[in-house]
C-alpha cells in the first residue's frame, strides 16, 4: 500500500511540475520551492512518508547527493563553451578561488566568535556552507554553450569549479578535529589534499574526456560505428573518469568537471565528404537524420554534445526533485535556536557580498553584475554533501547535530529567497542590459 501511495504522489508531482513547467518560469517561484513544501509535508512534520533522518541514513544520503553533483558538474563542463584561454573565465576562477576561500575565513571566524566553535570545527563548517550550487543555480546558469553573457557565465563556472575547490578545506576542517591526518606541519594536506588532488583531478578530467570524446568522433566520422547511445557515453564518462580520480586521491567533482570540458572542446576536421547531410526528406527528428548528423565529421562532436548534455539536464532535473523533497522532509530533524537566526541572515546579506566584492577587485564587471553575483550565491546540493561526508568521517554527535541544522536552515532559506526573486531580478538584469544596448547603438 506504501508503494501505491508512493507511487501516485511522485507521478502526481512529476506530471504537474511538467505540465506547469512554462508556467512557473513567468512566476516569482521556482520549483524547487515546490520540491521543499512537498518534501516537509511528506516528512514527519506532515503525512510522515519520507522519514530521512540525517544521521540514521548519512551514507545513503552521502552517495544520492554525490550522484546528483557529479552528474550536474558534467552538464555544467558541457555548456561551458568560452575557449579556455579567453579572459571570461578570470571572473568564475576568482570567484571560485578567492572569494570561497574568503567566505571559508569569514564564517569560520563568525563560527568561532559567535558560536563558539573550535578552529576545527569552524573552517569545517565553513568549507560545507561556502561552495555554491550548480543543481539549484539553472534559473541563473548559462542557456546553451554559446551563452557568452558575463553573469550567467561567471555564476555557472563558480558553482561547478568551487564543488570541487572546497574539498581542501574539509579535509583541513576535519584534520584539525582529528579526523583526518594532516601530515607533520600539514604537509600531507598541502602536498596531497591541496596541489596533487587538484591538479590530477582536472589532469584526469581533462585526458579521459578528450581521449573518449576523439575516439567516439573519429568511429563515428571515418567508420560510421559507435553510432547511437550517448546517454550510456555520458554515464560511463562520468563513472569511469570519477572511478580513476578517487582511485588516484584526486577529487572526483573537478575530474568530472574537467572531462565535460574537455569533451566540448573535441572537434573533428571536416574532410572532403563532411558536407551538410540531406535531411530535407525524412527531417531532423528522424533516425536516418539523426544517424546522418552523429556521422558526418563536421557535425559528429556537436551532435554527440548535444545529446550527452541534453540527456544529463534530465537526469539533473530528476537529482533536484529526489534531493530537494529530502531536504524538505529533513527540516523536520533540525531545530535551530534563535540565537542562531543570525548566523543565517549574516551568511546572505555580509559574508556572500564581501567576499564577492574582495574577490572581484578591479574586475572589469558592471554595477548590476557585480551586484547579481553578490546575491545570487545559491546553497544547496553541494552543501548536503559535504556535510554527510563530514558526519560519515566521524564527526562528534552534538557537532553533527548543529551542523545539520545550520546546513539545512541555509539550504532552505537559500531555495526560498533565491527561488523567489530569481524570475524578477533576472528579468530586470535583462531589460536593463537591453537598454544598454539599444543606448550604445543610438549613440553610435
Given at each position: 500500500?506504501?508503494?501505491?501511495?508512493?507511487?501516485?504522489?511522485?507521478?502526481?508531482?512529476?506530471?504537474?511540475?511538467?505540465?506547469?513547467?512554462t508556467?512557473?518560469?513567468?512566476?516569482?517561484?521556482s520549483?524547487?520551492?515546490?520540491?521543499?513544501?512537498?518534501?516537509?509535508?511528506?516528512?514527519?512534520?506532515?503525512?510522515?512518508?519520507?522519514?530521512?533522518?540525517?544521521?540514521?541514513?548519512?551514507?545513503?544520503?552521502?552517495?544520492?547527493?554525490?550522484?546528483?553533483?557529479?552528474?550536474?558538474?558534467?552538464?555544467?563542463?558541457?555548456?561551458?563553451?568560452?575557449?579556455?584561454?579567453?579572459?571570461?573565465?578570470?571572473?568564475?576562477?576568482?570567484?571560485?578561488?578567492?572569494?570561497?576561500?574568503?567566505?571559508?575565513?569569514?564564517?569560520?571566524?563568525?563560527?568561532?566568535?559567535?558560536?563558539?566553535?573550535?578552529?576545527g570545527?569552524?573552517?569545517?563548517?565553513?568549507?560545507?556552507?561556502?561552495?555554491?550550487?550548480?543543481?539549484?543555480?539553472?534559473d541563473v546558469?548559462?542557456?546553451?554553450?554559446?551563452?557568452?553573457?558575463?553573469?550567467?557565465?561567471?555564476?555557472?563556472?563558480?558553482?561547478?569549479?568551487?564543488?570541487?575547490?572546497?574539498?581542501?578545506?574539509?579535509?583541513?576542517?576535519?584534520?584539525?578535529?582529528?579526523?583526518?591526518?594532516?601530515?607533520?606541519?600539514?604537509?600531507?594536506?598541502?602536498?596531497?589534499?591541496?596541489?596533487?588532488?587538484?591538479?590530477?583531478?582536472?589532469?584526469?578530467?581533462s585526458?579521459?574526456?578528450?581521449?573518449?570524446g576523439?575516439?567516439?568522433?573519429?568511429?563515428?566520422?571515418?567508420?560510421?560505428?559507435?553510432?547511437?547511445?550517448?546517454?550510456?557515453?555520458?554515464?560511463?564518462?562520468?563513472?569511469?573518469?570519477?572511478?580513476?580520480?578517487?582511485?588516484?586521491?584526486?577529487?572526483?567533482?573537478?575530474?568530472?568537471?574537467?572531462?565535460?570540458?574537455?569533451?566540448?572542446?573535441?572537434k573533428?576536421?571536416?574532410?572532403?565528404d563532411?558536407?551538410?547531410?540531406?535531411?530535407?526528406?525524412?527531417?531532423?527528428?528522424?533516425?536516418?537524420?539523426?544517424?546522418?548528423?552523429?556521422?558526418?565529421?563536421?557535425?559528429?562532436?556537436?551532435?554527440?554534445?548535444?545529446?550527452?548534455?541534453?540527456f544529463?539536464?534530465?537526469?539533473?532535473?530528476?537529482?533536484?526533485?529526489?534531493?530537494?523533497?529530502?531536504?524538505?522532509a529533513?527540516?523536520?530533524?533540525?531545530?535551530?535556536?534563535?540565537s542562531?537566526?543570525?548566523?543565517?541572515?549574516l551568511?546572505?546579506?555580509?559574508?556572500?557580498?564581501?567576499?564577492?566584492?574582495?574577490?572581484?577587485?578591479?574586475?572589469?564587471?558592471?554595477?548590476?553584475?557585480?551586484?547579481?553575483?553578490?546575491?545570487?550565491?545559491?546553497?544547496g546540493?553541494?552543501?548536503?554533501?559535504?556535510?554527510?561526508?563530514?558526519?560519515?568521517?566521524?564527526?562528534?554527535?552534538?557537532?553533527?547535530?548543529?551542523?545539520?541544522?545550520?546546513?539545512?536552515?541555509?539550504?532552505?532559506?537559500?531555495?526560498?529567497?533565491?527561488?523567489?526573486?530569481?524570475?524578477?531580478?533576472?528579468?530586470?538584469?535583462?531589460?536593463?542590459?537591453?537598454?544598454?544596448?539599444?543606448r550604445?547603438?543610438?549613440?553610435?
Amino acid at each position: 500500500m506504501i508503494y501505491a501511495i508512493w507511487a501516485l504522489i511522485v507521478g502526481a508531482l512529476l506530471i504537474t511540475m511538467a505540465l506547469s513547467g512554462t508556467l512557473l518560469r513567468r512566476l516569482p517561484l521556482s520549483t524547487s520551492i515546490l520540491y521543499l513544501a512537498a518534501g516537509f509535508g511528506l516528512g514527519p512534520a506532515g503525512w510522515s512518508l519520507l522519514a530521512p533522518d540525517p544521521l540514521t541514513y548519512s551514507v545513503i544520503l552521502e552517495k544520492v547527493s554525490e550522484v546528483a553533483v557529479l552528474i550536474s558538474l558534467f552538464a555544467v563542463g558541457l555548456k561551458l563553451g568560452l575557449p579556455l584561454s579567453d579572459r571570461g573565465w578570470q571572473l568564475p576562477a576568482r570567484l571560485a578561488v578567492f572569494s570561497m576561500a574568503i567566505t571559508v575565513a569569514l564564517i569560520a571566524a563568525i563560527a568561532m566568535l559567535g558560536l563558539g566553535f573550535s578552529l576545527g570545527a569552524a573552517i569545517l563548517l565553513g568549507a560545507i556552507l561556502a561552495p555554491t550550487d550548480p543543481v539549484l543555480a539553472s534559473d541563473v546558469q548559462v542557456l546553451e554553450a554559446s551563452d557568452r553573457d558575463r553573469l550567467r557565465f561567471s555564476l555557472t563556472g563558480e558553482g561547478g569549479l568551487n564543488d570541487g575547490a572546497a574539498f581542501p578545506f574539509v579535509m583541513l576542517g576535519l584534520g584539525l578535529l582529528g579526523l583526518h591526518d594532516l601530515g607533520t606541519w600539514g604537509w600531507r594536506w598541502l602536498a596531497v589534499d591541496v596541489l596533487w588532488a587538484i591538479a590530477g583531478g582536472l589532469l584526469i578530467g581533462s585526458v579521459l574526456g578528450t581521449l573518449i570524446g576523439r575516439l567516439v568522433v573519429y568511429l563515428r566520422a571515418h567508420h560510421k560505428e559507435s553510432v547511437g547511445l550517448d546517454e550510456f557515453l555520458a554515464l560511463g564518462l562520468i563513472a569511469l573518469t570519477y572511478g580513476l580520480a578517487m582511485l588516484c586521491q584526486t577529487y572526483g567533482f573537478l575530474a568530472v568537471l574537467a572531462a565535460g570540458l574537455a569533451l566540448h572542446r573535441v572537434k573533428e576536421r571536416p574532410g572532403k565528404d563532411a558536407s551538410d547531410p540531406d535531411t530535407r526528406e525524412t527531417g531532423l527528428q528522424s533516425k536516418q537524420a539523426n544517424a546522418a548528423l552523429a556521422t558526418n565529421a563536421e557535425f559528429a562532436s556537436a551532435y554527440m554534445r548535444q545529446e550527452m548534455l541534453g540527456f544529463n539536464e534530465q537526469l539533473e532535473r530528476i537529482a533536484e526533485v529526489a534531493i530537494v523533497l529530502v531536504v524538505g522532509a529533513m527540516l523536520s530533524y533540525t531545530y535551530l535556536h534563535v540565537s542562531a537566526v543570525w548566523f543565517v541572515l549574516l551568511l546572505l546579506v555580509f559574508v556572500r557580498p564581501l567576499s564577492v566584492w574582495i574577490g572581484l577587485f578591479g574586475a572589469t564587471v558592471s554595477r548590476d553584475q557585480r551586484i547579481m553575483i553578490s546575491w545570487f550565491g545559491i546553497r544547496g546540493i553541494g552543501s548536503i554533501y559535504y556535510l554527510m561526508y563530514a558526519i560519515n568521517h566521524g564527526l562528534p554527535r552534538p557537532l553533527a547535530e548543529e551542523f545539520i541544522a545550520l546546513t539545512l536552515t541555509m539550504v532552505a532559506v537559500s531555495i526560498v529567497l533565491h527561488g523567489l526573486s530569481v524570475t524578477p531580478l533576472m528579468n530586470l538584469y535583462a531589460r536593463r542590459k537591453a537598454q544598454r544596448k539599444d543606448r550604445r547603438q543610438t549613440d553610435a
